[in-house]
């Protein structure tokens, strides 16, 4: 009974109250002795492309270790909650928008702490303060959301740019061709690019295929990766999935959309063979 109690108002995967909880709690809370009252959302940056580079395991441990951002830097009357996907919200009884500064200060300062090179931690937030009791709580609400999409907008730039740095990272590691010889194979590019006339801009486009043409052997298994025996059959059709894996990444990537055809392709040949088309 009490396990069921319990997931009735639990979130099954973060272990934070879920929304009909939240919804409940806003109504109990919204009341002139619990002023000022702070609404402090999140959404969370990056889950899609985790999910399209890692698979939704991944996804999931990323939504796992912000819940636990959320609940170490939240205080214990505070209600925190998964609102949706990967959007959070918290309620902040008593508590000025000078306080819910500092407490969104500490969350990006552990975001950063623990952000790995292959788990980038990274969460857009917005708060609104409710003052007086004439003020409408849901107003206070859309107006933190409001704030957190302004923030969302504002950061996601850096946000890509540091995830696609993360995965380029990663890309070079588990390459076997040595750093010169991946400079040389980049520059005969731009030389070949530079006898066709392209343009400055295809150029770069160019460059930034040659750093992610592999981008899906990301989602490949270790074993078939560092496998040094012939690939069976099986494993083979694992890897014919690398460009369609690779299209996806960068379909979700505002940076790499530019180049997801070419990922796509680039394992076709002239007479019509090659895969994956």
Not at 30 to 35: F, G, I, M, P, S
Not at 121 to 140: F, H, M, Q
Not at 256 to 268: D, F, G, R, V
Request: charged share 30%; aromatic share 8%.
């Amino acid at each position: 009974r009490e396990k069921i109690v319990y997931l009735s108002f639990h979130d099954r995967l973060t272990g934070l109250y879920n929304r009909a909880y939240f919804d409940e709690e806003l109504n109990r809370l919204n009341t002139e002795r619990q002023l000022p009252i702070t609404i402090v959302m999140g959404d969370l940056n990056g889950l899609k492309l985790i999910n399209d580079v890692y698979g939704h395991s991944k996804g999931d441990m990323l939504l796992r270790d912000i819940a636990n951002i959320l609940k170490e830097s939240f205080r214990k009357e505070d209600i925190t909650s998964r609102w949706g996907g990967d959007e959070f919200i918290s309620i902040l009884p008593k508590t000025s928008a000078k306080d819910a500064r500092s407490i969104i200060k500490r969350i990006k300062a552990l975001c950063e702490e623990k952000s790995t090179t292959e788990m980038p931690l990274s969460i857009s937030l917005g708060a609104s303060t409710k003052k007086s009791s004439s003020e409408n709580i849901y107003d206070i609400l859309k107006e933190a959301e409001n704030k957190m999409y302004k923030s969302k907008i504002t950061e996601s730039v850096s946000i890509q740019e540091s995830l696609i740095r993360s995965l380029s990272v990663i890309l070079k590691k588990g390459d076997y061709r040595t750093e010169t010889r991946i400079k040389k194979m980049d520059d005969y590019a731009v030389l070949v690019g530079k006898r066709l006339n392209l343009s400055r801009i295809k150029l770069e486009e160019l460059q930034l295929f040659m750093n992610f043409q592999n981008i899906g052997k990301l989602a490949l298994a270790y074993e078939i990766m560092a496998k040094k025996r012939r690939l069976t059959t099986e494993e083979w059709k694992i890897v014919k999935e690398i460009p369609e894996i690779g299209y996806r990444i960068a379909e979700s990537s505002k940076k790499l959309k530019p180049i997801a055809e070419s990922i796509l392709s680039h394992h076709e040949w002239y007479n019509g063979q090659g895969y994956p088309r």
